[in-house]
């Protein structure tokens, strides 16, 4: 069967194309649910018309691209159009137009026919970004969406995400039937950027991901008295401002200790005035870690950390749970075929690393399907930024080893042992 080749420069120039559509002069504005997102789908979908492929929206909205093989047990590749306001023209869409150029290499190559069956999945609202519940479509398809807690959510209009998503054809009552999508999945596939500076630091185009952070979210409310700022001299205020500031300082140096990350991004006080002392200050706390023990142990002292501070400060200190998500460990068997293809593509370079951001891949082990993730090396480490960028010589060992991974699983699915370990053209 003679080889066929992927195109790289294509996915490059797809990639502007679809950011010259859906992009203002502050950044993509894909957000899920909007005309924007609608309006790069349906461009997306006229990509798809040029494939011998299946196409269907399921019941939560995810879509889906379907080149049926000789063997009903499926590859799917996948990733998110959505972006945040404001976003980059990499962040979610490189995933899903590198497997399109992946989708394309194997129907050339197989003749419309692949020895297993080959899926592209452009999941719906990934990023949460209009009513803050991230994951959507796929903890939907890993019968992981709880339908009572995102049935009350509204974005910041009063809109109800149930009437949003109504609009796209999507009942949130019946998202889960989606499950059905990955009843003969086996192996699961997502290229991404890093969204962080890990490889860059390196010097390293490309990386295989281990897994992804544990993330432990939680609001610290410190309670004080609130008083006038001229009228209490320093020694005698109980300032919940101060003990949450003493509380981020903490955080950051039992992060450090530990290995993990630990971010307070939101602060809010009250009353939120210039002239007086903080009564009132809640503080979000979120913490990760790729090792749960480590993550439990993290949070642990920023419990007791807190309980001190507010000790200290004559404040109160409670706690409110916002979202906990374990570790996730990608499959050992995938993680070695996507290391061995980024050395294949890169001089025989490469590095292991976890994600500390979420992404779709970790609902897809959530729900047994084995799953590996590929990073490519973000400059400076930026994302969810209009200046988010990867150089164009990545991006083009990026699709390449993307294909060479694609092209491992499918002859490890079919049975070929040897040809799963070896270079493919």
């Known amino acids: 069967m003679a080889a066929a080749s992927v195109h790289p420069e294509r996915t490059i120039a797809e990639l502007r194309e679809l950011a010259a559509l859906t992009s203002d002069e502050r950044g993509a504005q894909r957000v899920a649910w909007t005309p924007t997102w609608a ?65 394309r290499r194997i129907s050339a190559q197989y003749q419309g026919c692949p020895p297993v069956t080959v899926r592209l999945v452009d999941w719906a609202d990934e990023e949460g970004a209009r009513f803050g519940r991230s994951l959507f479509g796929s903890s939907a398809v890993a019968g992981r969406l ?55 630091s ?81 503080i979000t706390l979120d913490m990760r870690h790729i090792d749960p023990q480590r993550l439990q142990t993290m949070l642990t002292e920023a419990r007791a950390a807190s309980e001190q501070i507010a000790s200290e400060e004559g404040t109160t200190a409670s706690w409110r749970t916002i979202y906990q998500s374990p570790p996730q460990p990608f499959d050992p068997t995938l993680i070695e075929m996507c290391d061995a293809a980024i050395r294949e593509v890169n001089v025989g370079r490469s590095h292991r690393l976890p994600s500390g951001p979420g992404h779709d891949a970790i609902e897809m082990a959530w729900a047994g399907v084995p799953t590996a993730m590929m990073f490519v090396q973000s400059v400076r480490g930026l994302s969810h930024n209009r200046e988010e960028d990867t150089r164009a010589e990545h ?23 040897r040809a799963a370990g070896a270079a493919t053209s």
């Open 39 to 103: 309006q790069a789908r349906a461009w997306f979908r006229a990509k798809l018309d040029e494939l011998p492929v299946q196409v269907e929206q399921d019941e939560a909205g995810n879509l889906w691209a379907t080149l049926a093989g000789d063997a009903p047990q499926a590859l799917v590749m996948g990733s998110h159009l959505d972006s945040v306001p404001d976003g980059g023209w990499l962040d979610g869409c490189l995933g899903v137009l590198a497997g399109l150029e992946v989708l």
């Open 146 to 200: 709880n339908v009572a807690w995102v049935s009350r959510l509204v974005d910041t209009k009063g809109v109800r995400l149930v009437d949003a998503v109504r609009e796209f054809g999507v009942a949130v009552e019946t998202a889960e039937q989606a499950t059905r999508q990955i009843a003969h999945a086996r192996a699961y596939l997502e290229l991404h950027i890093e969204q962080g500076p890990v490889l860059e």
């Open 202 to 282: 390196l010097g390293l185009p490309l990386g295989a991901v281990i897994g992804c952070y544990g993330i432990e979210r939680h609001q610290v409310i410190f309670n004080g008295v609130a008083a006038h700022a001229g009228g209490f001299p320093m020694h005698l205020r109980h300032d919940a401002f101060l003990s949450a500031a003493r509380f981020a300082l903490a955080v950051r140096e039992i992060a450090k200790r530990h290995g993990g990350v630990g971010t307070n991004g939101r602060v809010r006080n009250a009353p939120d005035i210039p002239t007086a002392v903080a009564g009132e200050c809640a």
């Open 395 to 417: 991006l083009v060992l990026a699709v390449r080893a993307f294909d060479r991974l694609a092209e491992k699983v499918i002859a490890w699915l079919a049975g070929d042992q």
